[in-house]
């Protein structure tokens, strides 16, 4: 894995609605360095190419209103703080230029900006950051299990177990049909992994798709799903367990695979105000091997760095 990183001025080539609050934005960045499955980006939610030199020293009273002319930040919520992005894809197209595939859920004012993208738009990055998955070895099987806006680093890992030649099975789960940033094109059949999601079937990977309200495929919990399937499947190769989403979710799956013996990688979520390990604000307790050795001499916990460290843990070493 490349330790290179850098900021970009990426161009928006496409930023395309998925579901009821969900987009795919395309950028094109020219020298952005290699990256792997599990890595994300930092991305400046906000105009960053607007000029500050015009600022001026205002003499407002309590009550005044607020002009035109009066800076953006005074006059409408603006996302001062990069926002952290996982990477739902990858695609070298030549010329030193890189298209990378991001899928945000708006939420708030930073992705309500993004969705106002449009062609030729600028947007700044950081990146790559984090650390990568470790893909299965020989007789294994990776099950990719995604939930909500956990979901697109299932898609980049597809990708890279399709091109490596590695069996997987994709399982997705969303509280309705119309928050699965998927592309449909067949009908689920509970539990039982279905070609039904282009962006797995395109890598010959099945598809498990639960929802909370059963609008769409299996009803319940993607965690019930994955239980069921591998009770269902217990001879053929041995899985390992590759998951994104919710932190309930997540524990969830850590749970199940320490029951089961099975290994267990976790993308964990945190807000990050820098990706870099300058502001410390994404700490998370993992186990120590060895409680003599520093730091926290005599505990067997220390904290690490989601954004530096990870995102990428293995279920058995985090301490939820």
């Known amino acids: 894995m490349s330790t290179t990183r850098g900021q970009f001025k990426a161009t928006v080539l496409a930023n395309v609605p998925l579901c009821r609050e969900h987009f795919r934005l395309v950028l094109r960045a020219d020298g952005f360095p290699p990256t792997e499955p599990g890595q994300f980006v930092q991305v400046a939610c906000r105009d960053l190419d607007r000029s500050m030199s015009d600022a001026v020293e205002l003499d407002w009273q309590p009550g005044d209103r607020l002009s035109a002319e009066m800076d953006l930040e005074l006059r409408a919520p603006l996302a001062v703080l990069r926002r952290p992005f996982s990477l739902a894809g990858r695609r070298d197209v030549g010329g030193g230029a890189v298209e990378l595939d991001i899928i945000h859920r708006v939420v708030g004012v930073g992705t309500h900006w993004m969705s106002q993208l449009q062609s030729g738009d600028a947007v700044h990055l950081i990146g790559p950051l984090g650390n990568t998955f470790t893909l299965p070895g020989d007789g294994e099987i990776a099950l990719l299990i995604g939930g909500g806006v956990g979901i697109p680093p299932m898609i980049y890992l597809a990708e890279a177990l399709a091109r490596r030649g590695n069996a997987a099975v994709a399982f997705a789960g969303a509280l309705t049909r119309d928050l699965l940033p998927l592309m449909i094109t067949g009908e689920p059949a509970g539990a039982e992994p279905r070609p039904i999601i282009d962006e797995f079937a395109r890598h010959q990977i099945p598809t498990v798709i639960t929802t909370d309200d059963g609008s769409f495929g299996y009803r319940g919990f993607v965690t ?97």
């Open 224 to 320: 019930q799903a994955l239980d069921e399937y591998l009770d269902t499947h217990r001879t053929g190769p041995t899985p390992v367990l590759y998951t994104c989403g919710p932190e309930p979710m997540m524990k969830r799956i850590a749970d199940i695979a320490k029951r089961r013996g099975l290994q267990c990688q976790i993308a964990v979520e945190r807000a990050m105000a820098c990706g870099m390990g300058t502001c410390q604000s994404c700490c998370i307790r993992l186990k120590k091997p060895d409680p003599n050795q520093p730091p926290l001499v005599g505990k067997d916990w220390a904290y690490r760095l989601a954004c530096t460290d990870g995102p990428v843990f293995r279920a058995r070493d985090l301490l939820w």
